[in-house]
T-cell receptor, first 112, second 114 residues
Framework: KNQVEQSPQSLIILEGKNCTLQ??????????LRWYKQDTGRGPVSLTI?????NTKSNGRYTATLDADTKQSSLHITASQLSDSASYIC???????????FGKGTTLSVSS | EAQVTQNPRYLITVTGKKLTVTCSQN?????MSWYRQDPGLGLRQIYY???????DKGDVPEGYKVSRKEKRNFPLILESPSPNQTSLYFC?????????????FGAGSRLTVL
């Protein structure tokens, strides 16, 4: 069954600290993996996209990694800010590109 | 500004009263899709459209209809809403196949069915 599992479900960290969010998937065949950020009450916004051959991709303080062999991805946030408080959603695309499998998201709260 | 516009943003209605949530994009995207988001369940796809007059069911299509008469518009129709359709709805679009391109989401429409 094609699934995307994210952990932890929620996370609270202090401003300035780093954190890592996890995404494990069983989607096959694999096409790409995206991380989206969703602020409360807003639509998700794409942070990164990674294909099979990519191991790491950065977008400012956000760094995503992908291990296609173990079917795991992580999103690392460096020097967190209050504005990083949001839900982070991992989305995996099956080959052929129309089937998107969404994770349930990790809710991150950054406190001062 | 490139965007996906949904209306209404908030709606409270009663069981059985037909309603339409509109979605319009100004990016000339071929692909458009509707999702619902419920606590603990994440985003689930309702319907999607690869181009004008081409629509297909997603994971949770029951109780919904869509149409794609024009490239820019993709309305979601609830013919006879029920309380289990109370949810946060998102329209999204992308250039070409959704998996190969970034999805641009609308701001969401929060629907309550009493």
């Amino acid at each position: 069954k094609n699934q995307v599992e994210q952990s932890p479900q929620s996370l609270i960290i202090l401003e300035g600290k780093n954190c890592t969010l996890q995404c494990n998937y069983t989607v096959s065949p694999f096409s790409n993996l995206r991380w989206y950020k969703q602020d409360t009450g807003r639509g998700p916004v794409s942070l990164t996209i990674m294909t099979f051959s990519e191991n790491t991709k950065s977008n400012g303080r956000y760094t995503a990694t992908l291990d296609a062999d173990t079917k795991q991805s992580s999103l690392h946030i460096t020097a967190s800010q209050l504005s990083d408080s949001a839900s982070y959603i991992c989305v995996v695309t099956r080959q052929a590109g129309t089937a998107l499998i969404f994770g349930k998201g990790t809710t991150l709260s950054v406190s001062s | 500004e490139a965007q996906v516009t949904q209306n209404p943003r908030y709606l409270i209605t009663v069981t059985g009263k037909k309603l339409t949530v509109t979605c319009s994009q100004n990016m000339n995207h071929e692909y458009m899709s509707w999702y619902r988001q419920d606590p603990g369940l994440g985003l689930r796809q309702i319907y999607y459209s690869m181009n004008v007059e081409v629509t297909d069911k997603g994971d949770v299509p029951e109780g919904y209809k869509v149409s794609r008469k024009e490239k820019r518009n993709f309305p979601l129709i609830l013919e006879s809403p029920s309380p289990n359709q109370t949810s946060l709805y998102f329209c999204a679009s992308s250039l070409g196949r959704a998996g190969a391109n970034v999805l641009t989401f609308g701001a969401g429409s929060r629907l309550t069915v009493l």
